[in-house]
């Protein structure tokens, strides 16, 4: 049952084959695509600001899936019927975050090589801004997954949740941004023991919300 | 695996929505073999009612059992929108382990739509498939909240002869509706006279 239903999710979210899925990743490319048209191509200015730019745009580009996320699902009645299946909410919220990072996590690293490149971030940098992005989705994900669950029910629900999730992703940013700036990959432990957490909690929380919501 | 003779019941059941109470003192037992009929107007709690039955909601007194597993079908039917009917049915006749999933379509005319997504399905195709979706679950308990609406004639007939035929197999059907159905020796009550009095609401 449960492979059944990530197989499902993941039709459903992976780039190119549900819906504009792959729109966030053209937009974290856009992002980086534009920065050097905005500021100018200085080399040096590029590298030593662009790794926060691809932090930036990943964090943007995490708030574009989420509106699909959850909400559709409830008002199709989905998890209501994998309800009466015997899953719990926790279970469902769980593959959905797995289904949920793959379809945003790995598209985005792979995202960051052209992004990098426009930018002119290379060497050491380059490698902590990938191991940075590595070990920081999940816990976007989790965030993600999280805000998505709790607004579902709400009508301006899309737009809070942007507003939302960057405050509560502001750890992730600053230790992995920060490890860019200081050249040190040792914080980059702190953005994966985040990371960790959010996705140990998210499910339980996700769950909480989406029955939560059918109680209204 | 032969499970215990499916039931479904009600004790003292009173739900409300917002502050607003719909029905109070609402008792009945359903057994193996039968079908209940849920009249009430728009707003009644109907609805309310089919929910707190499938364990979706806490009702704010009272208690709901069942025994058996159970099928729900609402006016969402679950179905991907993008996705062909067939394979998006496929999905949920998988996930029950129903084989004859394409003896479902047939029986509900769905054959030809199989191509079609889901998102193109008129009001009435999409209730047939949400159908042939809960045939597929095979669960003895049934809860239809509207079964009717949107459907033609011919398809009203349909689901009146599905749940004879689920009941006639021991199933239980628990139908909400403001329509008739044509099914022998089914019970009905009114929601309307669980509602609270002036001075209970």
């Known amino acids: 049952m449960i492979a059944a239903l990530l197989r499902r999710d993941l039709a459903q979210f992976f780039p190119f084959t549900g819906s504009g899925a792959a729109l966030p990743v053209v937009f974290f490319v856009a992002v980086a695509m534009l920065f050097p048209f905005a500021v100018g191509p200085d080399a040096n200015l590029m590298a030593r600001t662009g790794g926060g730019v691809v932090w930036i745009a990943a964090l943007l580009a995490a708030i574009l899936p989420l509106e699909k996320l959850v909400a559709r699902d409830i008002e199709l009645g989905f998890f209501d019927q994998l309800k009466l299946r ?8 769980a593959v959905r975050l797995i289904a949920h990072w793959l379809s945003f996590g790995p598209p985005l690293v792979l995202a960051t090589f052209p992004a990098a490149a426009l930018l002119k971030i290379e060497g050491e940098t380059f490698q902590i801004l990938l191991l940075g992005l590595i070990s ?16 579902a029910s709400l009508r301006a629900g899309a737009a809070l949740s942007g507003l939302l999730l960057i405050p509560l992703a502001l750890p992730i940013l600053i230790f992995g941004a920060g490890a860019l700036a200081r050249q040190d990959p040792v914080s980059l432990g702190f953005v994966a023991a985040i990371s960790l957490a959010l996705v140990a909690l998210a499910p339980f929380a996700a769950g909480a919300a989406i029955r939560a919501a059918r109680e209204n | 695996m032969q499970a215990l003779s499916p039931a479904l019941s009600a004790h003292d059941l009173a739900c409300r929505r917002g502050d ?4 109070r003192r609402l008792t009945f037992t359903l057994e193996a073999g039968a079908a209940c009929h849920v009249t009430g107007a728009n707003g009644a709690g109907k609805t309310t009612l089919i929910r707190a039955l499938a364990g979706f909601t806490t009702p704010y007194a009272g208690e709901v059992r069942h025994t058996g597993a159970l099928a729900l079908l609402d006016e969402r039917p679950g179905l991907d929108p993008d996705l062909p009917l067939g394979r998006a049915l496929a999905f949920w006749f998988g996930l029950d382990g129903a084989a004859g999933g394409q003896a479902i379509m047939a029986r509900l ?16 195709q999409k209730k047939r498939a949400a159908l042939a979706r809960m045939l597929g679950q095979a669960a003895p308990v049934w809860l239809l909240d509207e079964p009717l609406s949107g459907l033609d004639t011919a398809s009203q007939a349909l689901v009146s002869e599905l749940v004879q035929e689920h009941c006639a197999d021991g199933g239980i059907a628990l139908i909400a509706s403001h329509q008739p159905l044509d099914v022998p020796d089914m019970t009905a009550f009114a929601i309307e006279d669980f509602a609270p009095s002036e001075a209970e609401a």
């Open chain 2, 109 to 124: 005319r769905l054959e030809a739509l199989a191509e079609v997504p889901v998102r193109y399905l008129s009001t009435g």
């Open chain 1, 86 to 93: 015997g899953m719990a909410e926790e279970a469902m919220m």
């Open chain 2, 20 to 23: 607003r109470l719909l029905f």
């Open chain 1, 136 to 151: 920081g989705t999940p816990g976007l994900a989790a965030i993600g997954l999280i805000i998505a669950a709790l607004t």
